[in-house]
């Protein structure tokens, strides 16, 4: 069980049954009666978000779920295809549960798996990956204007704004949280 005491963005914590990740949280100690914790939460199964407050102090359970590391294959149609890195078994996985994971995975990258209840529910990236530009518009010698930028497709169809100077062909590395470029690899 975890108290309010221990919540924190990116925890998962199980309510009436069901799995849930905290997006936002906030301490509040308002002048009269007892402290309690607004909270944000986001149904892992659904993707549905729910904001529900606490008593401070107050228990709330872990939600019984197993993580495996895998390995993304292809995508199928709507599914999208996993192999199990410990026994090789393979595992199809519906578009919805993934999110926008799919904007940064490519064939080979390590992902960590989420199942409730042997359910496949969701996955987890890296929190950069390195991807190709297929397609940029190229940058003007002389268009030097500070923090200009300009937009460009990834290999996986993403697109995220970048600096003037990246072409077509450039590896870069991106933020799999934000969807934003860092840097160039």
Known sequence: MYSTAEFRRGLKIEID?????IVEF???KPGKGGAFVRTKLKNLETGQVLEQTFRSGAKVDKPDLEERYMQYLYQEGEQYV????????????VADYLGDAVNFMY???EVQLSYFN???IGVELPTSVVLEVTQTEPGVKGDTATGATKPAILETG???QVPL???????LKID??????????
């Open 176 to 185: 799999t949280r934000t969807g934003e470029y860092i840097e160039r690899a």
């Open 17 to 21: 049954g069901k799995p849930y990740v």
């Open 118 to 120: 042997g359910k496949p």
């Open 158 to 160: 993403f697109s995220v």
């Open 107 to 109: 064939p080979n990258i």
């Open 26 to 28: 906030q301490h509040v």
């Open 82 to 93: 996993f192999m199990d890195t410990q026994n090789y078994d393979q595992v199809f996985v």
């Open 165 to 171: 100077f990246v072409n077509e062909g450039d590896k």
